[in-house]
C-alpha cells in the first residue's frame, strides 16, 4: 500500500500544478482585459497516516491540492484615453452595474451610451448613480445613469446681481426725462434678462444722484419689448433707490416698482430681483457689491439667473464621478454622480465572467456611496484600469509550475518502476 499511496501522493501534485497552470495561463490570457486583477493558487497539504497518533509526529503525507485561489487586489496603471465615458477607480472600490442577472460589480470602466441613452457597459449592464433634481442638485437617489433631455427648457430671470460704482463727485440737479434718458441721467449700462419663453431683452439701468449718498435707478426696455409699449420709445419696466454710507458703502437698496410685462405671449407682471449687493440694512456690511466712491461712475460685474432654451453641446465626467451637461445656451447642469462600492473581504467576490463579480457570503455586503468618501477610491475621468497582470512574473510562474508538474510525473513513474520489481517477485 506504501507504493500505491505514493503514486496517488504523485497524482494529486499533477492536479494541483495542473490546475496552478490553468490560473497562470488565464492571468496571461487576461493581460488585456481593462480592470482585471491577477489570481494566485495556492497550495495545501494533504495528511493521510499518522504513525504515532496524537503524540505527534512521524505523520505521512498524501500529497497537495489547491486550497484557494485569490485574486491579488493591487492597483492597476490609470491609462488616458480619448473617450468622455471611460472612467478608472484609484483605490477600493467597484462601479456598480444592473442586468438582466441582477446587480454586479466591475472595475472595468469602458462604459458608452446605448442606443436607449443609458450608460452600459460592452456586455449592456446599465451604470448605476445617484441622480439630480431639476436644479442640477445631486440627491442619494440611485437609477440607472441616462443621457439627459436634448432639450432643456427656458428659464425666465428671477435675480439680477449688479457690482458697480457710481461717482459721488457728480453734482444732484440734474433731472431725468425719460424722452431723453441717456443725456438726463449720470450713469447708464445695459444688462439682459429673458422671460418665460426664454426671449432676451435688452434693457438699459439709468443712475441718477438725487442727493448726497442717494441715488435713483430706472430700467427701461423698447416699448416693442413689452405690453402697451410704442416701438422706437423707452418703456420703464423697474425702478428702485440706492443709499450709500459716508464711507462708500452699500446702506440701503429700495424696490419701488417692478412691471415686467414683455409682449409675445410671456408670463406677465415677470417678478425679477435686483440686487446691488450686501447693504447695510438688510445684516451685512456693504462691502461685497455697489459702492459709491469719487472715481468714474462704472459697471464692475453682473450676472442673472435666467436663460434661453438650449441643447446639449457636449457630456463629461469630472474626477468626482459626476456627468456634468454643457448646453447651446451657455449653461451647465450636473445631470447624475457614478456610485462606488465598497466590500470587507473583496478577495471573496465571485467572478461572473465578463469582467464582473457579484456578492458573495463572505466577502460582506456592498457598501455603496460616492467616490473619494468612506475610503472608496477616487474616480479618473477619460481613463481606464489597466490589468494587473505582470507578465514577466507570470513567465517564471509558468516555468516554475512546469517543474513542479514533471516533478511530480516523475514520482509516478519512479513507483510504477517500483511497482514493476513487484511484480517481478512472482518469477
Known sequence: ???????????????????????????????????????????????????????????????????????ILNQGNVDATEKVTDLAISGDGYFV???????????????????????????????????????????????????PRALIPAKATKEVKMDLNLDSRVDATKKFDPKDPYYTSHFST?????????????????????EDRTWEWRGMVDGKEVTGGETGQLSEVAKGKLKFTVDGKLESQEMIESNMNFAGGALQNQQVKFKFGDAIAEGGKGLDGSKQYGKESDMISWQQDGSAAGTITSLSFNDEGVLSAAYSNGSTQDLAQVVLAKFENPE??????????????????????????????????????????DLASEFVQLIQGQRNFQANAKTITTTDQLLEEVIQLKR
Open 1 to 71: 500500500m506504501g507504493i500505491l499511496s505514493s503514486m496517488y501522493t504523485g497524482v494529486s501534485g499533477l492536479a494541483a500544478h495542473g490546475e496552478a497552470l490553468g490560473v497562470t495561463a488565464d492571468n496571461i490570457a487576461n493581460a488585456g482585459t481593462t480592470g482585471f486583477k491577477a489570481s494566485r493558487a495556492e497550495f495545501q497539504d494533504i495528511i493521510s497516516k499518522n504513525l504515532k497518533g496524537i503524540l505527534g509526529g512521524n505523520q505521512i503525507g498524501r500529497g497537495v491540492k489547491i486550497g484557494a485561489v485569490n485574486p
Open 97 to 147: 452595474v444592473k442586468g438582466s442577472d441582477g446587480q454586479t460589480f466591475t472595475r472595468d470602466g469602458s462604459f458608452h451610451f446605448d442606443r436607449e441613452g443609458y450608460l452600459t457597459t460592452n456586455d449592456n449592464q446599465r451604470v448605476q448613480g445617484y441622480m439630480s433634481d431639476e436644479n442640477g442638485r445631486i440627491i442619494n437617489k440611485t437609477a440607472d445613469i441616462k443621457f
Open 190 to 210: 445695459g444688462i439682459e434678462i429673458y422671460d418665460s419663453q426664454g426671449n432676451k431683452h435688452l434693457m438699459t439701468a439709468f443712475f441718477n444722484k438725487t
Open 348 to 389: 471573496a467576490l465571485f467572478k461572473n465572467g465578463n469582467n464582473r463579480l457579484k456578492e458573495s457570503r463572505d466577502s460582506g455586503a456592498a457598501a455603496v456611496g460616492q467616490p473619494n468618501r468612506a475610503g472608496r477610491g477616487k474616480i479618473f475621468a477619460k481613463s481606464l484600469e489597466r490589468s494587473t497582470v
